[in-house]
């Protein structure tokens, strides 16, 4: 059985409260609720969150080795985090970056995003189901 590290950002313990208006009323516990749903007892699923760039890198270190595939909303570490870009380059996994909303429509400066240099594939503004949509892709992959 696959294991699977959820992985988000900072912020997004916020998410349900936090300009819902962009990342719509799910709760993060809302999504790990749906990712469940998605792969039943097909996967093994881990959920971190951290307003930590050095904590995200710690996880993203221990999922080396523990782990078959990352799904990741790096929040605003997207546009920012070499760290976080390195520490997945030394991941051998399966890694698919996920955004809430579509960053490409938003302020410029979030257009670029360093952790899509190793992604295997970024979904972006599909809100919350941009999870099970990454979970769903890794299932395929995984098999």
Do not use: W
Not at 32 to 52: T, Y
């Amino acid at each position: 059985m696959p294991t699977i590290l959820i992985l988000n950002g900072p912020n997004l313990n916020l998410l349900g409260q936090r300009q819902p208006e962009i990342y719509g009323a799910d709760t993060l516990d809302d999504v790990a609720d749906q990712c469940r749903a998605v792969v039943g007892d097909a996967a093994e699923l881990r959920f971190a969150q951290s307003n930590h760039e050095g904590a995200l890198v710690d996880l993203i270190q221990e999922a080396r080795g523990t782990t078959d595939a990352i799904v990741i909303n790096p929040g605003a570490y997207s546009h920012t985090s070499v760290a976080i870009l390195d520490a997945l380059n030394a991941y051998d996994g399966a890694v698919i970056e996920v955004h809430i909303s579509n960053i490409h429509k938003r302020e410029a400066f979030r257009h670029h995003s360093y952790v899509s240099g190793r992604a295997d594939a970024v979904i972006a503004g599909l809100g919350v189901e941009g999870y099970a949509a990454a979970l769903r892709r890794l299932m395929q992959l995984l098999s």
